[in-house]
T-cell receptor, first 110, second 117 residues
Framework: GQSLEQPSEVTAVEGAIVQINCTYQ??????LSWYQQHDGGAPTFLSY????GLEETGRFSSFLSRSDSYGYLLLQELQMKDSASYFC???????????FGTGTRLQVFP | GAVVSQHPSRVICKSGTSVKIECRSL??????MFWYRQFPKQSLMLMAT?????????EQGVEKDKFLINHASLTLSTLTVTSAHPEDSSFYIC?????????????FGPGTRLLVL
């Protein structure tokens, strides 16, 4: 099975940089994805790492290290609207199911 | 981008009644749809995988007789919560894979908030 752990909560101020970590124990997966979810809303796709290394998409970057069973989402130039929950997720190789991490609630303060 | 819709967005029902939630892929075909449940301040937990034209596969601990899933067409899956009880109150989110899309092309519906009184 898949198990993905994240810090439960992170706080930061506007303009700062924050890193949300995701450590996992998996039996095999295609890649690591990141989703953002605002309160009461649906998850929206942010980033995907199929291979080790850094993927950059605007203010957001995501990193994966399969050898360390670790990944992170880096958010730069934080804005108030970035306050949301962030989930890492993997697609299981055997079942093709998308399994979510425990989630991190990010609060951005002025 | 592709859109997945859910209906209703919010429902309040009495204990013991059944509630049907619809999930539609609006501009793509989805042979597979997924149903998730999310309790407040928790992660999304996969309930079942809905396969077009065949039976759904349920995750361990999810009662298939309580959560009936029907995937009758390539654009519609329904989840029926039968004999709902207050503990079934949750946020239910469906998700669909674009059959013709890339590996990671999975889209989420806006969710249905169910409150059972």
């Amino acid at each position: 099975g898949q198990s993905l752990e994240q810090p439960s909560e992170v706080t930061a101020v506007e303009g700062a940089i924050v890193q949300i970590n995701c450590t996992y124990q998996t039996s095999g997966f295609y890649g690591l994805s990141w989703y953002q979810q605002h309160d009461g809303g649906a998850p929206t796709f942010l980033s995907y790492n199929a291979l080790d290394g850094l993927e950059e998409t605007g203010r957001f970057s995501s990193f994966l290290s399969r050898s360390d069973s670790y990944g992170y989402l880096l958010l730069q130039e934080l804005q108030m609207k970035d306050s949301a929950s962030y989930f890492c997720a993997v697609r299981d190789e055997d079942t093709d199911k998308l399994i979510f991490g425990t989630g991190t609630r990010l609060q951005v303060f002025p | 981008g592709a859109v997945v819709s859910q209906h209703p967005s919010r429902v309040i029902c009495k204990s013991g009644t059944s509630v049907k939630i619809e999930c539609r892929s609006l501009d793509f075909q989805a042979t597979t749809m997924f149903w998730y449940r999310q309790f407040p301040k928790q992660s999304l937990m996969l309930m079942a995988t809905s396969n077009e034209g065949s039976k759904a596969t349920y995750e361990q601990g999810v009662e298939k007789d309580k959560f009936l899933i029907n995937h009758a067409s390539l654009t519609l899956s329904t989840l029926t919560v039968t004999s709902a009880h207050p503990e079934d109150s949750s946020f239910y989110i469906c998700s669909a894979r674009d059959s013709g899309g890339a590996q990671e092309t999975q889209y989420f519906g806006p969710g249905t908030r169910l409150l059972v009184l």
